[in-house]
């Protein structure tokens, strides 16, 4: 081994340390520590998070991985090494970028407008959140302009959460499941439609998670490599593709929420423990494209997880484990986990409603970023926006513009990703009939591990070795189109 690369290792593993201990620290906080104990954990993360920090934006560290990527030990590195050194160089080229004062202030204020957006949500009052969001955003461009001069913000933005993306794509896309998807919402909500909450009952915790134990195992999570934990809001978080781990949260009156957010994290789990393991410990070993990523939870919860087949092996165990479900049959818990119905909030909308709150947000970005829009007049355009696409009026802005914490955070750009794996799915979904057949057969017959195995082969393995339109290329041989996704949701819902 050359002198750089052993140098190079070298700190790379200081670093996964640090990491890992960051990593393992935020894990704690949010499954297990108690509320007193919050500030010492908050106290050591920043220590280690700032010991990670100045390791790998120092003027050290980035020579050496300059050297390295220009000297003969390059070639000689392990794939996933050499995508480790040309993504962190990379990386720390455009940061080098930003001014020091600059990114100060920045966080800054992220952290002053984390907590205004708290308690503007909390009092439904805009008006504290928008000087902040205006700063946001008018500080957001600077930076991009800063790290990618040149490049136009917005698509800089789309880069940093799905890498290869860009605006002329999603526009598109979104154009034509936009066009396809006003009039069949229309045509589905003119039909008559299923009782709502049926399962109303009291469901003990301790069963929900025995239900969870069991939907891990149905669709394939490895408990060998991994754990589950509980917490507020349901997360997954890796170390390494052998010790992934998923939470949960239990709610008495609703037995169905925990069994979705279980094959949900269950999904970005199974993509993160089965990626090659000659990849396990570089920075190829989980795939940071958060379409993609979310392309693999969706597909088990929504694809596999919203059919009929899917619970044919399991539902008479969940009944079983869960008594007040024994009055339910199975087609009527399908018919209750598929109602689609215009809601206010987007993390509890169903799958067809769902494209519509992602359209709506990124065109408020467009407004934003390219349009000009005034950050006064974004909550106007929010209602204007939700009445023409859901056909109501929020009550009040907690309901509408404030629900999400992502603009808080200066997280512009994120919302495509979601709807970008769903429309993946549609592709994907096309990609594996043609080579497994009829996936309804399968499921029903027990063979998840099957289509299990056909992700596992097509998607999981790379990591994040290929990036987003790569996969597609490879998978699907032909370009990103919403049509499968129209055509999904047409079979199933008319
Ligand atoms: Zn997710």
């Known amino acids: 081994m050359g002198k750089l690369t052993e140098e190079f290792l070298k700190k790379w593993e200081e670093l996964g340390y640090y990491r890992r201990a960051c990593t393992l620290l935020s894990w704690d906080m949010y499954t297990a520590t108690p509320r007193g104990g919050h500030p010492g954990m908050a106290d050591a993360m920043t220590f280690f998070g700032t010991k990670a920090f100045e390791l790998s934006t120092s003027d050290a560290f980035y020579h050496l991985l300059k050297e390295l990527k220009d000297s003969g030990e390059y070639d000689a590195l392990s794939e996933g090494m050499r995508f480790t050194v040309r993504t962190m160089l990379r990386d720390l080229e455009k940061d080098r970028r930003i001014p020091k004062e600059f990114y100060r202030d920045y966080l800054a204020l992220q952290s002053k407008s984390m907590r205004s957006w708290e308690e503007a949500k909390r009092s439904s009052d805009y008006s504290l959140f928008g000087p902040d969001l205006d700063g946001l955003i008018r500080m957001t461009k600077e930076k991009c302009g800063f790290t990618d001069p040149g490049k136009e913000p917005y698509n800089v933005l789309i880069d940093l959460y799905e890498e290869g993306m860009d605006t002329d794509t999603i526009d598109r896309v979104f154009a034509q499941l936009k066009e396809g998807l006003l009039p069949m919402l229309e045509q589905i909500l003119a039909k008559p439609q299923p009782k709502s909450r049926i399962y109303e009952g009291t469901y003990d915790p ?6 969870q134990q069991l939907l891990l195992e149905y669709i394939g999570f490895s408990f060998e490599n991994g754990t589950v934990g509980v917490s507020e809001h349901p997360f997954t978080t890796s170390f390494s593709p052998r010790d992934v781990r998923v939470t949960n949260h239990y709610y008495e009156h609703d037995p169905i929420s925990s069994m ?31 379409g993609l990523h979310e392309s693999q939870s969706r597909f088990f919860e929504n694809i596999l ?42 993390t509890q909308a169903d799958e067809v409603t769902y494209c519509l709150h992602i359209i709506l947000r990124y065109e408020m970005e467009q407004e934003i970023f390219r349009g ?48 970008l794996g769903s429309i993946y799915d549609g592709m994907f979904l096309d990609a594996m009939r043609a080579d497994l057949g009829d996936i309804d057969s399968l499921l029903e017959n ?17 990591g994040a070795l290929r990036l987003p339109g790569e996969v597609i290329k490879e998978v699907c041989g032909r370009p990103l189109d919403a049509e499968p996704l129209l055509r999904y949701f047409r079979e199933k819902y008319l």
């Open 446 to 462: 027990g063979q998840i591990a099957v289509v299990r195995g056909w992700l596992n082969e097509k998607i999981h393995r790379f």
């Open 260 to 290: 979705f957010s279980a094959i949900h994290e269950g999904g970005h789990a199974i993509f993160d423990q089965n990626v090659d393991p000659a990849l396990a410990d570089t920075a190829a070993q989980e795939c940071p494209y958060m």
């Open 372 to 419: 000009g829009a005034k950050v006064e007049d974004l909550p106007r355009l929010w209602n204007e926006k939700t009445k023409q696409y859901l056909h109501f009026v929020p009550e009040n802005d907690a309901q509408g513009i404030l629900q999400d914490m992502h603009w808080s955070d200066a997280s512009f750009g994120y919302f495509p990703s979601y709807l």
């Open 305 to 346: 997880g919203r059919r009929k087949s899917f619970w044919v092996p399991v539902y008479p165990k969940i009944q079983e484990l869960l008594p007040d479900l024994q009055d339910i049959s199975l087609d009527e818990f399908v018919q209750e986990i598929n109602h689609v119905q215009c809601t206010p909030i987007r």
């Open 206 to 211: 301790d069963a929900q998670k025995k239900v």
